[in-house]
């Protein structure tokens, strides 16, 4: 294998790695083994380069008869089956070394599947009470007849038996010197023990009544049984994280012995269903929560594993070398493929393997569960599929592939390395990868060969969907040839047929341009074909590292385009002050006009248009009336199901608590003139909005045109996030105003900082006072104590992990970047920065005062202070800020609403308070702000 960079030579004797259970390392091939006959050798070219670390054997002098020493340090005289071990035994394979232990992701995958039961386990028993009272009604029936003396001998046999079985278990790996996977159910029964006493707990304490009926039984002397089984949750963990369930006579033992202690303990009314179902979860989460925090032991199939399974299949493998993983954004995409070999024969062509285990195969299952959620219209591959599954369908697609007509790899065997990996063993390929291909030898016929592949493919309505660089190979001869069929489909339908054209298109595209790109598609599919496609020209459409590869490009655009007006701001700033030495000062007006004139000039030079976009405009030219409009691929956005879930979650708990609350009552005694002061001061927060920004800004810029912004900041907040429409509205509302982009950005984000730091000034201060009104001493809350050391914890964190201080400083110093210069330049105007810390001041004072006048419409003012109103309104706008949905909707409702009942408020008051407040400052602003951004972009202001 070939080693990485860092890597040293190591075998696998020198591993310490232990074959998977059902693997042993076969040896070479016998005549009495039966083995089957060794394929015709396929010819195949050579790599252009010798492959580095190639280990070969060399020839063994004869030794005398009767001899039965070894070489090497093992000391082993006998082969796997015990007989004498011959040369294709002690083949030495150049590695890399492999970790002791690893973090499995499908341990993830289980542990996020039991985490999802307990929930969804949790939600049936809160809200379908009726359901989990029926379901032990007639289970009590169904097992009332069972006779009294069987569910006795039968309690008493699983209850031994459930504990005995753990040891035995123990016993036996411990003979087997699996020691590690011992200490591993150990700690995970500890762990399971604890979270049962932890759930127990909550149950019997604070869960709802629905959930604690769900779980528990009437006991004697008044108590009710536990919710959790403390001895058969532990045990569940135990056996989960040996192993146990990997081994058909344990697990068939263990699980007859679980289901016999739970049916006798549901017969003697000690549990219920859910009850156990409830332990079994807990102990299978708590056991794969273990394993992927402290890693399982490694049983990935070593390089022996692999000869000794190409032996099984009729090869003499000499050598075997490691092929590279790729860089950049490709290493995201074939991480899954598994790990692919050069194994050079004793005799014939050399071939590459390709070997899958269950760990690879699960790497990107969120990401293909995801892609199968919020993708309509496009089949995509199983999110679990079992190695068979997989290595039948890449098999049939390589096959297919071939009878196609089209250049693709030759797979020639395939076989299974023990239980837990596949091979896959291919003619060997001696080309590049298109990636790896210079741009300058991209021909138009290497680019109409790659077509023809795809036509030919097309032609059987066989999807590839993985037409990326890394997929296509150019043998010596310059001939294309497909590989990595794994995620190909058969019977594909015609949406994804046209994604298979839109992806060679960018892929093509990003090496040898737009225009050389469709002109070669063109010239073998025909234009209809290729206009047929430009629906689906779109990020989503394509792969991971076409879309990394572009955002880079975006990246790159946008420095070139903001370095280019930067360069023409300065040109002409130089230009006015030389014409300004020798004529007449022009006056301040027609000096923004001119320098706005010249940034939308180099702007407009300087931009650029993505690959996408130039595709699309090539097709056009070959077939005007072409459908351009994209199709909706997305049956839901990232952004909408997490404003869903958030507004769902919100809506609930706002629900739950309008359900007890009499709002006839409360409206008539409402006090009117209370809410016209609400109104009142939540129009004076829009003057003090234009305050906070203007602050900022040295330049001039209408005020009363930026209060009208700051009320159509009340309509964007409505359709994004609190904290992005306002932010996005203000910069380019700077920019159209006159402001160059740089600074217009400065300006924004300036007030945002000192936005930020008056929030936390005045929380703090607030909290103080509010921990003060009620002790004669001028000691601090507990709250504002718990917040500080929450923060100290935090940023000790943040300094203490590498990659999160990274993050955080390159995103300080980006911020300060921008910021500091402008601030320099707003400290040389007093009235100004006065002018932007007062208007921030007045901000909060005004919400302040619309939430105490909406406190004081129903007959709350005199329950709590101002400084406990100031802390409730400070920290609710704080997560509102935060939540990813529109106007922080259900954010801020729920936590205004807690605040004000922690504070002393009734319940009825508060919400009926809280309601108001985001009448008046959320809701009824919208439609003034509505019109508002339609004026303003009727004056092209925004």
């Known amino acids: 294998m070939i080693r990485d960079q860092e890597e040293t030579d190591v075998t696998t004797k020198e591993q310490g790695v232990s074959p998977p259970d059902g693997a042993a390392a076969d040896d070479g091939a016998r005549p009495d083994d039966g083995a089957a006959p060794r394929p015709d050798p396929v010819p195949a070219t050579r790599p252009e380069t010798p492959p580095k670390a190639l280990s070969k054997v060399p020839p063994k002098a004869p030794r005398p008869e009767g001899d039965t020493s070894t070489d090497g340090e093992s000391g082993d005289a006998e082969g796997p089956h015990g007989h004498a071990s011959t040369a294709a035994d002690r083949v030495e394979v150049d590695e890399p070394l492999l970790a002791a232990r690893v973090h499995r992701p499908s341990d993830l995958v289980r542990l996020l599947v039991g985490i999802l039961g307990i929930a969804v386990l949790l939600a049936i028993a809160a809200f379908a009470h009726g359901t989990t009272v029926g379901l032990e009604e007639d289970i009590s029936k169904g097992t009332g007849q069972a006779p009294d003396l069987l569910i006795k001998v039968a309690a008493l046999v699983s209850s031994i038996a459930v504990l005995l079985l753990p040891v035995a278990f123990a016993i036996e790996r411990l003979i087997k010197r699996d020691g590690l996977r011992i200490a591993d159910g150990v700690l995970a029964a500890v762990l399971a023990h604890g979270v049962t006493l932890a759930t127990d707990l909550w149950v019997s304490q604070a869960a709802p009544d629905t959930i604690q009926d769900a779980l528990t039984r009437p006991a004697g002397g008044g108590a009710l049984t536990d919710p959790v089984h403390g001895y058969l949750a532990p045990v569940i963990a135990y056996m989960t994280a040996v192993g146990m369930t990997r081994r058909p006579h344990w697990r068939v033992a263990l699980w007859v012995v679980l289901l ?6 549901l017969v003697n009314g000690y549990t219920t269903p859910f009850s156990i179902i409830l332990t079994v979860l807990i102990g299978w989460s708590v056991a794969y929560g273990t394993l992927y925090a402290v890693g399982s032991p490694n049983v990935r199939p070593t390089g022996q594993n692999l000869l000794a399974g190409l032996r099984r299949v009729g090869f003499q493998p000499v050598s075997a070398m490691r092929a590279e993983m790729p860089e950049g954004p490709e290493a995201t995409e074939v991480s899954d493929r598994g790990r692919r070999y050069h194994v050079t024969l004793e005799d014939g062509p050399p071939l590459d393997v390709t070997v899958v285990d269950r760990e690879q195969q699960a790497q990107g299952f969120f990401y293909r569960v995801w892609r199968r959620l919020t993708l309509r219209g496009i089949t995509t591959g199983r999110s679990l599929q079992s190695l068979r599954q997989a290595l039948e369908q890449e098999a049939l697609l390589a096959y297919a592939a071939i009878a196609a007509g089209a250049n693709a790899q030759k797979l020639i065997a395939t076989s299974e390395l023990g ?13 590049r990868t298109l990636d790896s291909v210079p741009d300058e030898e991209i021909t138009d016929e290497l680019s109409r060969n790659a077509w023809e592949q795809v036509r030919a493919l097309q032609s059987r309505r066989i999807a590839h969907r993985r037409l990326t660089g890394d997929a296509l190979v150019v043998d010596r001869s310059g001939n294309v040839i497909l590989t990595d069929l794994r995620g190909g489909e058969i019977a594909a339908g015609d949406l994804v047929l046209r994604m298979d054209i839109a992806q060679l298109l960018t892929t093509l595209g990003l090496r040898v341009g737009a225009e050389r790109s469709v002109a070669s598609a063109v010239s073998v599919l025909g234009p209809d074909a290729v206009a047929d496609c430009l629906p689906l020209l779109q990020p989503i459409a394509l792969s991971r590292s076409t879309r990394a590869t572009l955002r880079k490009l975006a990246r790159e655009r946008a420095e070139r385009q903001r370095e280019a007006v930067l360069e023409s701001s300065r040109a002409a700033k130089a230009a006015r002050e030389a014409e300004s030495a020798t004529s007449v000062p022009a006056s301040a007006a027609a000096d923004r006009k001119a320098e706005k004139r010249a940034l939308d000039d180099a702007l407009d030079g300087a931009r650029e248009e993505d690959l996408l976009s130039q595709i699309r405009q090539q097709v056009l030219l070959i ?28 809506a609930y708990f706002l629900l739950t608590q309008l359900a ?13 003139g209370w809410v016209g002061a609400a109104l009142a001061f939540s129009a004076l927060t829009y003057f003090a909005a234009a305050m906070s920004l203007l602050g900022f800004v040295p330049e001039r810029v209408s005020f009363l045109r930026t209060v009208v912004a700051q009320v159509a900041g009340s ?8 904290a992005v429409g306002g932010v996005a509205l203000n910069t380019r509302f700077l920019q159209r105003a006159g402001v160059r982009p740089g600074l217009a950005v400065a300006s924004v984000g300036a007030s945002q900082l000192f936005g930020l730091a008056s929030h936390i000034l005045l929380l703090l201060s607030f909290g103080y ?102 802390v409730v309104f400070l920290a609710g706008n704080a997560l509102g800020s935060a939540a990813p949905t529109p106007g922080g909707m259900g954010a801020v409702e729920t936590t205004l609403t807690l605040g004000l009942i922690a504070a ?39």
């Open 769 to 870: 006072l509010t921990g003060t009104e009620k002790t004669p001493e001028m000691t601090p809350s507990r709250a504002v104590i718990a917040g500080l050391l929450t923060v100290a914890v935090l940023v000790l964190v943040v300094t203490a992990v590498p990659f999160m201080r990274k993050f955080v400083v390159t995103r300080v110093r980006a911020l300060f970047a921008g910021v500091v210069p402008r601030m320099l330049d707003v400290l040389q105007r007093p009235k100004k920065l006065m002018t932007g810390i007062g208007g921030m001041l007045l901000l909060t004072g005004c919400f302040v005062m619309c939430l105490d006048a909406s406190i004081r419409a129903f007959g709350g003012g005199e329950a709590i202070s101002y400084a406990s109103i100031a």
């Open 419 to 431: 239980p837990d990996a596949v091979m896959l063993v291919y003619e060997h390929l001696g080309g």
């Open 660 to 672: 007890h609350v009499d709002f006839a009552t409360i409206i008539a005694e409402a006090q009117w």
């Open 715 to 722: 309509f964007v907040k409505l359709v994004a996030p609190a």
């Open 260 to 265: 016999l202690n739970a049916l006798t303990m």
């Open 904 to 942: 002393g408020l009734e319940k009825e008051v508060a919400i009926s308070a809280v309601l108001l407040f985001r009448l008046m400052t959320f809701w009824l602003p919208v439609l003034p702000g509505w019109i508002s951004f339609n004026f303003l972009t009727r004056k092209e202001a925004i």
């Open 623 to 650: 077939r005007p009336q072409a459908p351009v409009e994209p199709a909706r691929l997305e049956r839901i956005r990232p952004r909408t199901l997490v404003s869903f879930i958030a507004g769902a979650f919100g």
